[in-house]
């Protein structure tokens, strides 16, 4: 009964090619997130979505592109994949915003 | 801009020992405080959280924090350490900027020896 799931888990490709990830959360949240984790383990936000509405957007490449066709899922579409790429993603949701539930991750090695 | 600062990379303590991870943060209001610990391959936990009234706040797995304004400090403790604590433990403020931001420090490795 995993609350937010994310997949895949491992998620190896070469530069150039583009890339889902996709999520879903049974919590009945209404918010969902996607953070990116670097090699140094620092965490930093993405974009977060409410009720499918997208409300927060960082300074991401828009070669990033979130999708949320109902507010249980948030997917995370990737174009055009470069090294710096390479990273841990985190999918997480919260109702109301605060307590993040987290995904368990997916590690994204771009080659 | 908001920030948060864990001034310890990495900590060792021995097993039983007591245990205490630093927090500042950067916020011109009183913000939302988190603690929030990540196992090796994990997403993160919760494992308390401040928003207002009494400064001490109790967590899961035995954890506590206090709330200290004019230090504007948020550090972690737990009188005694079990191997298991071994993680990654990340401080982290909530803000509304739009929608409920979470901006997260840079975490601290603890290790726990026998």
């Known amino acids: 009964d995993t609350a937010v799931s994310q997949t895949p888990k491992y998620l190896v490709t070469q530069m150039g090619n583009d890339k889902s990830i996709k999520c879903e959360q049974n919590l009945g949240h209404d918010t969902m997130y996607w953070y990116k984790q670097d090699s140094k383990k620092f965490l930093k936000i993405m974009f977060s979505y409410n009720n499918k509405e997208l409300i927060i957007n960082e300074t991401v490449p828009n070669r990033f592109s979130p999708k949320s066709p109902d507010k249980a899922h948030l997917n995370l579409h990737i174009n055009s994949l470069e090294l710096g790429d390479s990273a841990v993603y985190f999918c997480a949701s919260s109702s109301r915003g605060e307590k993040l539930f987290f995904g368990s991750g997916t590690q994204l090695s771009v080659l | 801009a908001q920030s948060v600062t864990q001034p310890d990379i990495h900590i060792t303590v021995s097993e039983g020992a007591s245990l205490e991870l630093r927090c500042n943060y950067s916020?011109?209001?009183?913000?939302?405080l988190f603690w929030y610990v990540q196992s090796p391959g994990q997403g993160l936990q919760l494992l308390l959280k401040y928003f207002s009234g009494d400064t001490l706040v109790q967590g899961i797995k035995g954890f506590e924090a206090e709330f200290k304004r004019s230090q504007s400090s948020f550090n972690l403790r737990k009188p005694s350490v079990h191997w298991s604590d071994a993680a990654e433990y990340f401080c982290?403020?909530?803000?509304?900027?739009?929608?409920?931001?979470?901006?997260f420090g840079a975490g601290t490795r603890l290790f726990v020896k026998a």
């Open positions: 982290a403020v909530g803000l509304r900027d739009g929608g409920f931001k979470t901006i």
């Open positions: 916020y011109g209001a009183t913000p939302y």
